[in-house]
């Protein structure tokens, strides 16, 4: 099934059509949420919006692209009065800042929306009233967004029932804000590209990523090893023992991929690579792949096309492929297999088998610093800036 | 279906294994090899061997890896006197050189033989005598090999006749043993690859090597239009009238693609791209491709690996994948769909829509200059060398 970009994109812009850009205007709520992880969103939305309808709402707007800090501005603006037909209100709990969103806020990212908009791709959202002809979700549900660019950096919006994806109430609602792009294209990258069994490798760069995070947990659930390439760093120690709860087959820093060549010996050889850098170094994951195998590519951290040696093409018969998830969720907007992903991914959580990547709970009015702390480039150690609203 | 290159490599050394290295001497015919491409090697044939055994023979040796011009020396071998069971005695008439026969002595092939070895993967035999247990094979017909490394630079052989595949005797043997390789390189690519329908356009660089030339001409019988990257040139015209005369849709010498951005609109968008160049200049290429297509790589003429821009991976789809000839021989050795293939290409050439690329012929006394013309990087108006034996 084949679909051009320019498809794609108009799809996008159909999808969102339905989206009212929100009036709303500052809460100026007494409450301040607290940053860490366990805090009680459940209490809190009861507190808020058990009796009256609140108004005014904050959203962060893009008037221009550029670098976040510069480009980026906090808006009050005030919500329609009333929800029509298939129109669903809902409040957003908690929305991560990922790479594509600042990519999309530079400028730089596939999708380029027309100003202004309001950035924001993932987040979980609490339905606060419904429309007369919404069928399926009611006051009180969690959902997410079906398809991207929904702009989720606002405490609250009105869009068609059909943009969401209703999910269950009993996960925790940061957690479950993170579930629908980084693990999402972990599981299916690890899904449909070569099938693998009980036994089987997998390695990955960039493995201290949310995605590397989530392919080691969703690959140990899987009975599937994983090799994982990082970065080398002072605290490699730290950084292995952690990749190692989650379930990390072996963790080698790239420049000691040689060196550990027995410990590598010792497993089969992949038939599939995730590759998250590019570049030159991807060679060294390259290298790895068993004959025929596959290397799926879903980011560039550094920043250069990905060299291919020619003769992994041709003489060991490597296959490379790109994962975006914009386009499958487009391709599988309504495809059951949505739901049984996310189902997967839900139960694993109440099995304790799967944890966030370290974050940090930021209020929309320091969204500043989430945008900052959230560009790729600065350091190795950040952790996952999610918003949050009051 | 994978194979290691391990696995690869043993199976060749297996099926080679059969072959008896021949001890050839001096022929010292009188007759010499015309250079004309017309040739009547038929009649030649007739003239040396109705009579007695020939039982001295010439080859090239290599005993060590390095320049073609250094490491390649005539010998001189005498032939086994009885032909017994299984075993097929045949005279080469024409065997080309090849890039890779060439990267196969400079040792910089994925298949690196022991010294000392015949070098030589194509070219068309005549079967001179048969073993007692041969079944399909007989005196006086026309057999190129099943598999590559079976050491054609050499005036006759004895192998197994599992090792060889029978042509029809109708072909001219010059054209004939320029088949294996290239036209059936081209050939799977447009085949294997994706599923093309007539009005559909394919986009490939080198389009003047023998593959793209092979290329032009299969696409245009099939009804495939054709967008073909040629090297800037001084006689750039008289390539562009070759091609044409081919059955070439377009010829744009790299630098003008986007000069003819008008043209190439005018086309379907290619699904499938061959890159016989890799390095940073196939970006041109890649970039043209439909999202979700198709880029096979079967060269690295510029000398560097692909550089694969990360959003055509992620964001167009773009797939990437190697071919190999002697990969897929190995994996279909006895599949009627090489017969299959080869029966397509014949009747191409008897229907008059396929001539072989420009070529020399070359007395094997003569294989030094042979082997300097056949290097790839000398320049760009090579003419295929094929080695004819007297």
Known sequence: WIMSLRTILSYIKKETKSLCVLNACSLNSATTWGHRYNFNLNQFSKRCYNTTR?????????NSYGEPEEVVSLNVMTLPDIIKGTEVFARVLAAPVN??????????YAYKPQFPFVPGNEGVLEVLEVGENVKELKKGDRIIPKLNALGTFRSALVAEEKDFIKIPSDID?????TIAVNPCTAYRMIKDYVPLQDGDV??????????????IQIAADKGIKTINIVRPRPDLDKLKDFLESLGATLVIPLPDMRKNKDLLNELPKPRLGFNGVSGKDAAELIRMIEVGGTVVTYGGMA???????????????IIF????MTRWNLQHKDDPERITM???????????????????????????????????AKGMTNRKQILVFN
């Open 54 to 62: 609140e108004t005014q709402f904050k959203q962060l707007l893009v």
């Open 99 to 108: 790479p594509a969103d600042i990519n999309t806020i530079q400028g730089t």
């Open 173 to 177: 609602p940061i957690l479950a804000s």
């Open 202 to 215: 997998i390695i990955q760069n960039l493995a201290n990523s949310a995605v590397g995070q989530a392919v």
């Open 303 to 317: 920043r250069q096309p990905l060299f291919v040696p020619v003769g992994e093409l041709i003489f060991r018969d």
């Open 321 to 324: 492929r790109g994962y975006w």
């Open 342 to 376: 996310l189902d997967y991914l839900f139960d694993l959580v109440r099995r304790g088998k799967f944890v966030p990547p370290p974050h940090e709970l930021v209020p929309i009015e320091d969204f500043k610093t989430a945008l900052r702390l959230a560009m790729p």
